[in-house]
């Protein structure tokens, strides 16, 4: 069974950090992609990273805060979240896909999602 298994959510105060973890298991993905969704907003893209060779993307709206990483021997990505914001509370999504695929910053290029982690930073 496939699985993706986020963790590391929580409530914080702001220019707090938190790091989101994402457990993969059942098969292996080329590409893992962190997104997030607000209430009453669409779901937004995040950061990606190739399982092979480890290049990343990062959206504009979060680079310099947010750091996407991987661990080959636990089978995980992290999402390292900085300086956080009361505009960063939302539900946080650990998504992947098996194939390499070269646009990996919307959601139609993953095939797997995980639950959902809430984050939620006051100020």
């Known amino acids: 069974q496939v699985q993706l298994v986020e963790s590391g959510g929580g409530l914080v105060q702001a220019g707090d950090s938190l790091r989101l973890s994402c457990a993969a298991s059942g098969r292996t993905f080329s590409t893992y992609g962190w997104f997030r969704q607000a209430p009453g907003k669409e779901r937004e893209f995040l950061a990606r990273?190739?399982?092979?060779?480890?290049?990343?993307i990062t959206a504009d709206s979060v680079k310099g805060r947010f750091t996407i990483s991987k661990d080959n021997a636990k089978n995980t990505v992290y999402l390292q979240m900085n300086s956080l914001k009361p505009e960063d509370t939302a539900v946080y999504y650990c998504?992947?896909?098996?194939?390499?695929?070269?646009?990996?910053?919307?959601?139609?290029?993953?095939?797997?999602w995980g639950q959902g982690t809430q984050v939620t930073v006051s100020s």
């Open positions: 998504a992947a896909t098996p194939l390499f695929r070269s646009i990996t910053t919307t959601q139609a290029s993953y095939d797997y």
């Open positions: 990273i190739r399982w092979s060779g480890g290049s990343t």
